[in-house]
């Protein structure tokens, strides 16, 4: 208790208590102090009875004294605990968002996002309470923590439908894109919520962040593949041997430690870039075989991936499409996904306004709304190919007008 807190309590003691004479009172203070410092609750022998006790009038004086005392105490401590709990709820505040000069280094990745950053948290239960408040992270998490959660009700629901309906060969097929979305978002959740645990905790679920990328993109490959070459089984496995070696190499790739910081990000643009663009080249290969009207049912899986607006209010009937419509459409498709992934690799929008975009619309937010529309629409493009697969083609005897079995067939 500080000198004006003593000062005023006594005042208004001297206020309200009225005192017979002067010494009485110095005499209560002197009492109710002695009291206070004994350490044991019973008063020693030695100790002689104060004069108080043996007078009923300074008695009754001494606990009127005391009460107001109290009473005076009790009102004094509660603007003093009502600041003392202002200033904690500002530490805390103050502990989970900070200015960019304030970051360590391992926590340094965008200059151009001046405040709201969480500082380091080396705890599992802080990152994770920290999902539920407002910082640089929070769309990032959400957004793909939502998505985890979109693709894993669909696979459930997906799975769960009856054989006479979707065969065990298109469940394994739609299993392995689920399988990858969902890791992939997963993947993105874990990193963006832990990464300010530690330098070493960062490391990690950031190369599991990017491992995740590759395996969505083998994942999207495979229903294309499969669809596309629906009665070449050769063709699909030299293939998709060709896509999982290059999609083993990103993997190791960013096992490196070096690629997972900031200066690598333009790199780490063109890596995915340029292993997503080899998912081009089955469709390519399909329209050199059967000709670009046959292979426009594989060319809109990709249309369907980055142009939803279009797709969606487009009837797909192989017979009733145009051809340059079609590679229109491709070249669109294309366009928009490389202006995508530049606009993550340069920062945009933030650098054009540094501070605006701290904690909403800055690129990588953008980057995640993306990535889970794409999803989404590839998802809704892979039943569209596997219901004109059942519906408009038949079997093989059909698209090749040959004698070739189905898959299952061939496997057998």
Same mark, same amino acid.
């Given at each position: 208790?500080?000198?004006?807190?003593?000062? #005023?309590?006594?005042?208004?003691?001297?206020?309200?208590?009225?005192?017979?004479?002067?010494?009485?009172?110095?005499?209560?203070?002197?009492?109710?102090?002695? @009291?206070?410092?004994?350490?044991?609750?019973?008063?020693?022998?030695?100790?002689? *009875?104060?004069?108080?006790?043996?007078?009923?009038? @300074?008695?009754?004086?001494?606990?009127?004294?005391?009460?107001?005392?109290?009473?005076?105490?009790?009102?004094?401590?509660?603007?003093?605990?009502?600041?003392?709990?202002? @200033?904690?709820?500002?530490? @805390?505040?103050?502990?989970?968002?900070?200015?960019?000069? +304030?970051?360590?280094?391992?926590?340094?990745?965008?200059?151009?996002?001046?405040? /709201?950053?969480?500082?380091?948290?080396?705890?599992?239960?802080? &990152?994770?309470?920290?999902?539920?408040?407002?910082?640089?992270?929070?769309?990032?998490?959400?957004?793909?923590? #939502?998505?985890? #959660?979109?693709?894993?009700?669909?696979?459930?629901?997906?799975?769960?439908? *009856?054989?006479?309906?979707? +065969?065990?060969?298109?469940?394994?097929?739609?299993?392995?894109?689920?399988?990858?979305?969902?890791? $992939?978002?997963? $993947?993105?959740?874990?990193? +963006?919520?832990?990464?300010?645990?530690? *330098?070493?905790?960062?490391?990690?679920?950031?190369?599991?962040?990017? $491992?995740?990328?590759?395996?969505?993109?083998?994942?999207?490959?495979?229903?294309? %593949?499969?669809?596309?070459?629906?009665?070449?089984?050769?063709?699909?496995?030299?293939?998709?041997?060709?896509?999982?070696?290059?999609?083993?190499?990103?993997?190791?790739?960013?096992?490196?430690?070096?690629?997972?910081?900031?200066?690598?990000?333009?790199?780490?643009?063109?890596?995915?870039?340029?292993?997503?663009?080899?998912?081009?080249?089955?469709?390519?290969?399909?329209?050199?075989?059967? /000709?670009?009207?046959?292979?426009?049912?594989?060319?809109?899986?990709?249309?369907?991936?980055?142009?939803? &607006?279009?797709?969606?209010?487009? +009837?797909?009937?192989?017979?009733? &499409?145009?051809?340059?419509?079609?590679?229109?459409? %491709? %070249?669109?498709?294309?366009?928009?996904? #490389?202006?995508?992934? $530049?606009?993550?690799?340069?920062?945009?929008?933030?650098?054009?306004?540094? /501070?605006?975009?701290?904690?909403?619309?800055?690129?990588?937010?953008?980057?995640?709304?993306?990535?889970?529309?794409?999803? &989404?629409?590839?998802?809704?493009?892979?039943?569209?190919?596997?219901?004109?697969?059942?519906?408009?083609?038949?079997?093989?005897?059909?698209?090749? /007008?040959?004698?070739?079995?189905?898959?299952?067939?061939?496997?057998?």
């Amino acid at each position: 208790m500080d000198y004006s807190y003593k000062k #005023l309590k006594d005042q208004l003691l001297s206020d309200t208590i009225p005192f017979n004479d002067r010494d009485s009172h110095e005499q209560s203070i002197r009492h109710r102090s002695l @009291r206070r410092r004994r350490s044991e609750p019973s008063i020693s022998n030695d100790v002689e *009875p104060n004069n108080n006790l043996r007078n009923p009038n @300074r008695l009754s004086h001494s606990n009127l004294y005391d009460q107001a005392d109290d009473l005076i105490d009790t009102v004094l401590e509660v603007p003093t605990k009502c600041v003392e709990q202002a @200033r904690e709820v500002g530490k @805390r505040v103050v502990q989970y968002v900070v200015d960019h000069s +304030h970051l360590p280094h391992w926590l340094v990745d965008n200059e151009f996002l001046i405040s /709201g950053h969480r500082p380091p948290m080396p705890s599992f239960k802080e &990152c994770f309470a920290s999902i539920f408040r407002l910082h640089t992270e929070t769309v990032n998490i959400w957004t793909h923590l #939502l998505g985890t #959660l979109f693709f894993i009700i669909i696979a459930i629901y997906f799975s769960s439908r *009856p054989s006479d309906e979707v +065969h065990i060969e298109q469940k394994l097929i739609f299993g392995a894109f689920f399988l990858g979305a969902i890791i $992939c978002l997963l $993947c993105s959740t874990l990193y +963006h919520t832990l990464y300010c645990h530690s *330098p070493e905790i960062s490391k990690f679920f950031s190369k599991l962040d990017y $491992c995740g990328i590759a395996l969505l993109i083998i994942g999207s490959i495979i229903p294309l %593949l499969y669809y596309q070459f629906y009665c070449e089984f050769g063709t699909k496995v030299a293939y998709l041997t060709f896509i999982g070696l290059l999609g083993t190499g990103c993997i190791v790739i960013t096992m490196w430690d070096k690629f997972s910081s900031s200066q690598y990000r333009v790199y780490r643009a063109l890596l995915f870039v340029t292993f997503a663009v080899f998912g081009f080249i089955p469709t390519c290969h399909y329209m050199i075989r059967f /000709g670009i009207e046959h292979a426009f049912t594989g060319m809109m899986i990709i249309i369907f991936l980055f142009y939803s &607006c279009i797709v969606l209010h487009m +009837h797909i009937h192989t017979n009733q &499409c145009k051809q340059a419509g079609a590679i229109q459409y %491709l %070249l669109i498709v294309a366009s928009l996904y #490389l202006i995508g992934a $530049c606009l993550y690799a340069a920062r945009i929008p933030e650098r054009l306004a540094p /501070g605006l975009f701290d904690i909403w619309f800055q690129s990588h937010q953008l980057f995640h709304v993306f990535v889970v529309a794409a999803a &989404c629409v590839h998802y809704y493009g892979i039943c569209v190919l596997s219901n004109n697969q059942k519906n408009f083609f038949g079997d093989c005897r059909n698209i090749l /007008g040959a004698t070739n079995a189905p898959l299952a067939s061939i496997i057998s």
